[in-house]
Structures are given as structure tokens and as C-alpha cells.
């Protein structure tokens, strides 16, 4: 899966640009980028989203354990990968029918964030149990939110194009071709929300996310870190 998002939506974190500012190597721009993901995947579907946001998935190469899914519901849009353990309990938490599945449990759980203000972001994520990573883009707040699950088990990666685009994907290889060494592992156990402004452990939302320059031999140009020791946040 693929989002590609314009600075109006979401600035380009300063750690990417000065990885890719110490070490300069080719990028792409961000069309070019689309273009090259949707070429490779004959069956890929994309998405336009005004202009500054484009989706692209493709259930082409994916995991049987963690398949790739969309859903869009009042202009919420949703890529997910994976598979929550706990779906059947998070159906009846949020008043779902037995047929729905984790992409609609995932635009209900961030309608629920939107709507029920004040909501920590942190429980949106914190309930979900199981291997998945997501992006969801709110096209009525102009609101994007991301996260990947604790253990890593659903890999995340996120860069800037040679045109300032964030890009976010679970191919790392598509990435590097694209966004050169301003490019990052998405923290295990993180999320990040535009409303928030910043990275966030879900587990420990109280403590800092900082990002550690990588080595020259790493296809990375930084690598983030949550700091101080493990408080697990309350998620009932």
C-alpha cells in the first residue's frame, strides 16, 4: 500500500530532511512515484483525493495472514494491512455488524476520535490487538493518522520525494527509489496524527520519540526511538 501526501497536509518530518540533506542521493518526485507503484501492479487501485492526497494498494504479493484492504465512509479514507485478534469484541465495542471487517473497524474507532473529543489518539490504537498497519486520511478535517503495531509484524516505512511529498508505504524497496536516505523505519508501536503534530507511542504516549541518525551503510537516514522507561498507557 501507498499514500503520498502534500506539505499542506503534512509537513515533511525534520529528521528525513536533514538525513537526506547529510547524505544526498537520487529521488523521485511523488507523481512519479504513484506512477512507478501503479506500473509495477498491473491489479493495483488508486486514489485521487483533491490535491494533495493520492492512495494506492494492490493485493498483489500480500501476506495471506495479513491481507491488504480500503474502505471509505464519509469521506474517511482507509488503507489497512493485517489482522486484529480481538475484531469480534472491537464489532460489539463500537456497534459494528458481524460483517465488517478491520478497515471499517479502523474508520469507526477514528470517527470516534473525531467525534467524541476530548479522546486520547493513544486509544484508538491501544484497544487494537493483532498485526496490522494502517493509513487513514480524513478528507472533510484534512486529517491524516498513522500507525503500525507494537511488535512490527506489518513493516511501515515513510520518506520525502524529490517534490517535498510525505510518502508512507510498506515496501521499503519503493521507497528507497524514491525518497533516497530521507527515509525511515515507522516506529513499531507508534502513531502519528496530524492533529497531534508529532510521533507518539500509543503504549507510553507520554514519553519522547527521537530519531537517531543512521549509519552510512543503512538504506535508512534515521532510525526513531521512544525514550524513558515503559509506562503503559490505560486503554479501558
Not at 49 to 61: C, R
Not at 148 to 169: C, E, F
Request: with cysteine.
Amino acid at each position: 500500500m501507498l499514500g503520498v501526501f502534500s506539505s499542506s497536509i503534512l509537513s515533511p518530518p525534520d529528521e528525513l530532511v536533514a538525513a537526506g540533506s547529510r547524505t544526498p542521493s537520487p529521488k523521485i518526485t511523488s507523481a512519479a512515484l504513484m506512477k512507478r507503484f501503479l506500473g509495477s501492479n498491473a491489479s493495483a487501485v488508486s486514489m485521487q483525493i483533491g490535491d494533495d492526497a493520492h492512495l494506492a494498494y494492490t493485493h498483489s504479493k500480500e501476506s495471506a495472514i495479513n491481507p491488504r484492504s480500503f474502505a471509505v465512509k464519509d469521506e474517511i479514507f482507509c488503507l489497512f494491512e493485517g489482522a486484529l485478534d480481538n475484531l469480534g469484541s472491537l464489532r460489539q465495542q463500537y456497534g459494528l455488524a458481524k460483517s465488517a471487517n478491520e478497515v471499517v473497524l479502523v474508520i469507526e474507532a477514528y470517527k470516534a476520535l473525531r467525534d467524541r473529543a476530548p479522546y486520547p489518539p493513544n486509544h484508538v490504537v491501544g484497544h487494537l490487538d493483532g498485526s496490522f498497519a494502517f493509513i487513514v486520511f480524513d478528507k472533510s478535517t484534512s486529517t491524516l493518522f498513522v500507525a503500525a503495531d507494537q511488535s512490527g509484524k506489518v513493516p511501515l516505512y515513510w520518506g520525502i520525494t524529490a517534490d517535498g511529498y510525505v510518502a508512507i508505504a510498506d515496501d521499503a524497496d519503493l521507497l528507497k527509489g524514491a525518497c533516497g536516505k530521507s527515509l525511515a523505519s515507522f516506529p513499531q508501536g507508534c502513531f502519528f496524527s496530524t492533529d497531534v503534530g508529532e510521533l507518539r507511542s500509543y503504549e507510553n504516549p507520554k514519553n519522547k520519540i527521537t530519531a537517531v541518525p543512521a549509519t552510512e551503510e543503512e538504506i535508512w537516514g534515521a532510525k526513531y526511538m521512544v525514550e524513558g522507561p515503559a509506562v503503559v498507557a490505560a486503554t479501558e
